[in-house]
């Protein structure tokens, strides 16, 4: 047998109010990507201004460059090797998180509601590769999305506490 199970759908007046969250959502996220990155960029321009080390350091536009470099500065073999031995296990972790930050830079978003009255995120971003356009597509319901938020906050604060410690020992030094 099969029954129809009426569906309460959210009253219309909410919709405003879900779209402020989920873009909420999304500002924060974005937030702390853009912390990271101006806390690489203020290392990078701490390092390049150690004498002899740092001196050749050519201080990158593009902030996928300036991660570029201070993994390189801090990898393996790198001028800031010993002192960026824990920032180079930072940043590796943080940069799994790049895909979402072109997601959300870049991608256009369709804010969904369930059955239940909460919001779930599509986001759909184009980006050519060789030559060819890629589509990737993202979808995150308001519990993910903050189980995913949370996560990003982690990282980030240990990538940013790490760069800090790194600075510091630079300068007692």
């Known amino acids: 047998m099969n029954a129809i199970t009426p569906l309460s759908l959210p009253a219309a007046d909410s919709w405003p109010t879900l779209w402020s969250q989920c873009n909420g959502w999304r500002g924060r996220a974005t937030d702390e990507f853009a912390r990271a990155e101006a806390v690489v960029s203020e290392a990078l321009l701490h390092l390049a201004a150690v004498p002899e080390r740092g001196s050749g350091i050519a201080l990158p536009?593009?902030?996928?460059?300036?991660?570029?470099?201070?993994?390189?500065?801090?990898?393996e073999g790198g001028p800031f090797a010993v002192e960026g031995k824990g920032v180079a296990k930072a940043l590796a972790e943080w940069g799994a998180e790049e895909p979402l930050r072109a997601l959300l830079c870049h991608g256009v978003v369709t804010v969904t509601v369930d059955h239940r009255g909460c919001w779930h995120m599509v986001v759909r971003v184009m980006a050519f590769r060789a030559g060819k356009a890629t589509r990737d597509i993202m979808v995150l319901d308001a519990d993910e999305a903050d189980a995913r938020l949370k996560a990003l906050h982690v990282r980030r604060q240990r990538l940013e506490g790490r760069l800090r410690a790194m600075m510091a020992g630079l300068r007692a030094a």
């Open 61 to 75: 536009h593009l902030v996928g460059q300036r991660f570029a470099l201070m993994a390189r500065l801090v990898g």
